[in-house]
Structure formats: structure tokens, C-alpha cells
């Protein structure tokens, strides 16, 4: 079965930086788009970034526009997510998804990571 593995949360200071990594264990990741959610304490779960097989085609939230930036590496099975000038409202369980592709980049969800926490102190 299909595991993403993530890698990369921590604590950080406001303004600070992080980078979140998943790997996918199977390599089946080509065939699906990647993407990246996020809840928050008491909030739904909502996408943060995504990106399609070849990183061709990304979106992000708009809180998120020019501080995120998500890559694919399918050589190494692996979607990374570079967060800069992180604020203390992204605080959240990041967790990594695989799904179809859609118009909107990532559609129906079909695998989640286990989820890593990013903390950030003001």
C-alpha cells in the first residue's frame, strides 16, 4: 500500500523558514498530483499547496502565495514544501496528500500522510 512518509516540522520563530518533506514509499506518485493540507486547532482541514506529477501545474491558498513554494522531485518519489516567512496563523498539522489530478491541480484525495506538526512562536 501506498505510505507517505513526512519529514520537516518543528518549531520556528515568526518569519522563519521550514521545509516539509514527503516521500512517497510506493513511487506511484507520477501518476497523481501531490499536495499539501493543513488544520489547525478547532478549524477543518484545507489545501495549502499542490502541485501536478511533473510540477508543471501548482496551486496554493492565497495566504500562502509568494511565502510557500511546492516542488516535485519524482526521481526520488518526493514533494517538498519550502515555507518562508511563516506567521503564527499557519500553526497547524501539515499533512501530505496524494490524489487526482483536477482544474483545480489536486482533486479527490486518495492517500494521506500521518500529518507533522508546525509550530510557530511570535
Known amino acids: 500500500q501506498v505510505q507517505l512518509l513526512e519529514t520537516g516540522g518543528g518549531l520556528v520563530q515568526a518569519g522563519g523558514s521550514l521545509r516539509l518533506s514527503c516521500t512517497d514509499s510506493?513511487?506511484?506518485?507520477?501518476?497523481?498530483?501531490m499536495g499539501w493540507f493543513r488544520q489547525a486547532p478547532g478549524k477543518d482541514r484545507e489545501i495549502v499547496a499542490a502541485?501536478?506529477?511533473?510540477?508543471?501545474?501548482?496551486y496554493y491558498t492565497d495566504s500562502v502565495k509568494g511565502r510557500f513554494t511546492i516542488y516535485r522531485y519524482n526521481s526520488k518519489n518526493t514533494v517538498n514544501l519550502q515555507m518562508n516567512r511563516l506567521r503564527p496563523l499557519f500553526m497547524a498539522v501539515y499533512y501530505c496528500?496524494?490524489?487526482?489530478?483536477?482544474?483545480?491541480?489536486?482533486?479527490?484525495?486518495?492517500?494521506w500522510g500521518q500529518g507533522t506538526q508546525v509550530t510557530v512562536s511570535a
Open positions: 510506493e513511487g506511484t506518485g507520477s501518476a497523481y498530483a
Open positions: 502541485s501536478s506529477w511533473d510540477g508543471v501545474n501548482t
Open positions: 496528500a496524494m490524489g487526482r489530478h483536477s482544474g483545480v491541480v489536486l482533486g479527490q484525495v486518495c492517500f
